[in-house]
């Protein structure tokens, strides 16, 4: 069966970086996109971008261009996401999502807790 | 970017009662439109896609309906288990994605 199995929580000082790692099994991982979507606490999701894990090209929702990353290693099936200059406002649940064909989600990780605190 | 709208933000339905959730699109997404269940401390969880298919697995009393700028998520006969907040999202406006805001389902 699909799995996403991500990283734990982490704490991470305001001006830090942080890197979450999300590592798919039960198919093949280069023939589906993998998406990123965080939500703060208490407030909706929001997309930030996607990965294609057979080309490595990515597409970054404009808020997050400059200072957000996604990467993959093909070899181990996981796909990475490196978030850069943290600020408090950036705490949040990241998960990865693996899309359905077209752009919707059908996969999705157990989600990532991200707290940007000093 | 394609902003979508969803309303009511909370609302509050008895048991058994059917539930009329509604998003708006700011332009045509087409039927590029899906709908997502999320309850506390868990991932969301998919719906249904396509404005009207429902995933697998997803039981029949939940159904979607609408295309271009409006859509409606209904839950025919409103379960203890469907109390949570639902998310719609437009997959239209390729290669960029929006969710709406949420609607919080809450026992009545």
């Known amino acids: 069966q699909v799995q996403l199995v991500q990283s734990g929580a982490e704490v991470r000082k305001p001006g830090a970086s942080m890197k979450v790692s999300c590592k798919a099994s039960?198919?093949?991982?280069?023939?589906?996109?993998i998406h990123w979507v965080r939500q703060a606490p208490g407030q909706g999701l929001e997309w930030m971008g996607w990965?294609?894990?057979?080309?490595?090209?990515?597409n970054y929702a404009q808020k997050f261009q400059g200072w957000v990353t996604m990467t993959r290693d093909t070899s181990i099936s996981t796909a990475y996401l490196e978030l850069s200059r943290l600020r408090s406002g950036d705490t949040a649940v990241y998960y990865c999502?693996?899309?359905?064909?077209?752009?919707?989600?059908?996969?999705w990780g157990q989600g990532t807790l991200v707290t940007v605190s000093s | 970017e394609i902003v979508m709208t969803q309303s009511p933000a909370t609302l509050s339905v008895s048991p058994g009662e059917r539930a009329t959730l509604s998003c708006r699109a700011s332009?045509?997404?087409?039927?590029?439109l899906a709908w997502y269940q999320q309850k506390p401390g868990q991932a969301p969880r998919l719906l249904i896609s396509?404005?009207?298919t429902r995933a697998t697995g997803i039981p029949a009393r939940f159904s979607g309906s609408g295309s271009g700028t409006e859509f409606t998520l209904t839950i025919s006969s409103l379960q203890s288990e469907d109390f949570a907040v639902y998310y719609c999202?437009?997959?239209?406006?390729?290669?960029?994605?929006?969710f709406g805001q949420g609607t919080r389902l809450e026992i009545k």
């Open positions: 999502a693996r899309d359905g064909g077209a752009t919707y989600f059908n996969y």
């Open positions: 039960g198919y093949t991982f280069t023939d589906y996109y």
């Open positions: 990965i294609n894990p057979n080309s490595g090209g990515t």
């Open positions: 332009q045509s997404v087409s039927s590029n």
């Open positions: 396509g404005a009207s």
């Open positions: 999202q437009q997959y239209n406006n390729w290669p960029s994605i929006t």
